[in-house]
């Protein structure tokens, strides 16, 4: 079962594909036409011009507010190249779909009946994992519309269904579907969540012949400063004018208290606070979730029915934010004919993420965090899959694993 | 008690988990949207009763079902409490509907906790609960009703931070009043 044929040939012209079948093995056949056509080109393609129009009314503009100039996450795969291929994989990437170019995006059953719009009038799709929501222009703006589809239950659901048309998304949620946003402007430095919206502006970077000091390595910041990047979403807040519902102006690395206030900010409490106060509960409410993670990533092979051929375009995902490709056999030690990928041993726990969640479910858990000191005990009764010669395969897995007195921690 | 309990948090519980919310949505009470709101009396935590018809042709009305029990419910009380201040002097009040939860003084416990400044009825029997307006879902519900006396809204459960429906409700409602429709 281990012995894989799927391997990447590493041409350009596949990789749609296998980031295809990557999203596909998790049920969701439609992605594979969702990704395929979206994320999987050539990564030499010249990002957008200024002035390109981008979606929901809004432009291309690549001017950053300190005088850098933003490049768009294209340029960044040709340095580097894991990297994007791990981020065009996410749901990052592919959080606004534009339905009418790409209408297998849409993952809704349109068949009920009494649904308040049709198929027809959704023009963007908004998220594809948890829920997805769709938007469409009433005269000069874009709103979302008052039903979501949740993709997980396969079921639809009431969104804002009295006060949808007061919310213009451009002033509700745009910020946090692209990179830099300039909402008077009404322009965008990329659609959807690039490098940049975490790395902030990659111009001087590129300019200093890839100086690592001219761009914002949020793993270089302090502890606090790295999380407000991760807050400027992953915490529901206002703008300083109180206006925009993200934090306009923004860029990583800066102090998001200047630019940002928490909804949910106590009485007494300031903005730093609030914003340390709120990540902490939402990252605490990931790691809580954290044996189920991998199934964020709709990775193949969760599901024992569904074929590991693409296994190694699965493992490109991972390398993309854990770059530990030169690691991993000494992480699994096994041979590498044996080739094995990290679901094989780190199986997922629950079986829908959504059973017990209610509300609005935004986020998505990368935190790799197991119990006992990073040990997995139920990674024992993964090894008897291949391991089954054994009289107990369980405790012999445990046997040899205490041999090894520890497992190689390899990123985190 | 028990059976309070399985009906309001066991029953709840399942219907998230295995049914999806909009199944609760749906089946959280027999009155549905559009019709107009039985009428009810109760009386408060202070001895005051109350009959909700009384509000008809002057207030938008908001009933909140809850419980001591239900920790959703009382972690939203402060959003509660922000809503009925913004719009109280418009014409708008909030009627919380205790469902079976002890003591009395289990109750004033949690409205001075929070200054709950709106009327916190006693249904302790479940009379308007079940019997009138037909809860068989989760709570806190919500069910807002135009000065008209005719249900305009519901909710089941809590907003997410941002996503709260209830002012922009309220504010439509209220302007209903106002151009005398």
Not at chain 1, 55 to 65: D, E, L, Q
Not at chain 1, 75 to 92: I, L, V
Not at chain 1, 188 to 193: H, Q
Not at chain 2, 25 to 32: D, G, H, I, R, W
Request: aromatic share 10%; hydrophobic share 35%; with cysteine.
């Amino acid at each position: 079962m281990l012995i894989r044929s799927g391997r990447s040939d590493g041409k350009p012209g596949s990789r749609s594909l296998r980031g295809s079948f990557l999203l596909c093995a998790a049920s969701l056949s439609l992605f594979f036409f969702v990704i395929g056509s979206t994320s999987g080109g050539d990564v030499s393609q010249p990002p957008q011009p200024d002035g390109a129009r981008a979606y929901a009314g809004m432009t291309i503009s690549r001017k950053a507010p300190d005088g850098n100039r933003f490049l768009g996450s294209k340029a960044c795969a040709s340095c580097h190249e894991d990297y994007y291929r791990g981020w065009e994989k996410t749901f990052h990437s592919t959080v606004i779909q534009d339905a009418r170019t790409n209408p297998g995006a849409i993952l809704a059953d349109f068949t009920e009946e009494g649904l308040p719009f049709t198929r027809e009038e959704v023009e963007y799709t908004i998220g594809s994992h948890w829920d997805q929501r769709y938007m469409k222009r009433i005269d000069d703006e874009y709103y979302v519309l008052p039903r979501l589809w949740s993709v997980q239950s396969k079921e639809w659901r009431p969104y804002s269904v009295w006060s949808w048309k007061k919310k213009p998304y451009s002033r509700y949620c745009a910020g946090c579907h692209t990179t830099f946003i300039d909402p008077e402007k009404r322009t965008i430095a990329e659609e959807g969540i690039g490098c940049e919206a975490c790395h902030g502006p990659g111009g001087l970077h590129v300019d200093g012949g890839g100086r690592a000091d001219r761009i914002v390595n949020p793993e270089k910041l302090t502890r606090e400063r790295a999380n407000m990047i991760c807050s400027s979403c992953h915490v529901r807040g206002q703008d300083t004018s109180g206006e925009y519902y993200y934090p306009v102006g923004y860029i990583p690395g800066a102090d998001l208290a200047e630019y940002y206030t928490p909804l949910e900010i106590q009485e007494g409490e300031t903005a730093k606070a609030a914003l340390n106060r709120l990540y902490g509960d939402w990252k605490d409410k990931m790691l809580n979730s954290s044996r189920a993670k991998c199934e964020v990533c709709g990775i193949a092979g969760q599901d024992t029915d569904t074929p590991k051929d693409n296994a190694q375009s699965d493992m490109e995902f991972c390398f993309g934010c854990h770059n530990f490709r030169a690691k991993l056999q000494l992480h699994n030690r096994h041979p590498d004919t044996v080739d094995l990928v990290c679901y094989d041993c780190h199986v997922k726990k629950a079986d829908d993420l959504s059973k017990g969640m209610s509300g609005s479910i935004h986020s998505y858990s990368y935190f790799l965090v197991h119990t006992e000191n990073c040990y997995d005990p139920e990674i024992e009764k993964a090894c008897a899959k291949c391991h089954d010669d054994e009289t107990d395969p369980v405790a012999w897995a445990r046997n040899v694993m205490l041999t090894w007195k520890r497992p190689v921690v390899i990123d985190h | 008690m028990l059976l309070v309990f399985v009906i309001f948090m066991v029953v709840p519980h399942i219907t998230f988990c295995f049914q999806g919310i909009s199944l609760a949505q749906s089946t959280a009470m027999k009155v549905k949207i559009g019709q107009k709101a039985p009428d009810f009396t109760l009386k408060s935590l202070d001895g005051t009763e109350i009959t909700l018809s009384d509000y008809f042709g002057k207030k938008v009305v908001m009933l909140e079902f809850w419980a001591t029990w239900c920790n959703i419910c009382k972690k939203e009380i402060p959003n509660l409490v922000k809503n009925y201040n913004d719009f109280k002097d418009r014409g708008f009040v909030i009627l919380g509907i205790t469902l079976q939860s002890g003591e009395d003084a289990e109750i004033q416990e949690v409205v001075n906790e929070h200054g709950i400044p709106y009327p916190i009825l006693i249904d302790d029997k479940l009379t308007v609960a079940t019997k009138v307006y037909g809860l068989a879902g989760p709570i806190p519900l919500k069910v807002i009703i135009g000065a008209d006396g005719v249900v305009k809204y519901s909710h089941v459960g809590d907003y997410p931070p941002g996503e709260d429906e209830v002012p922009f409700v309220v504010e439509d409602l209220i302007q209903e009043i106002a151009a005398g429709q």
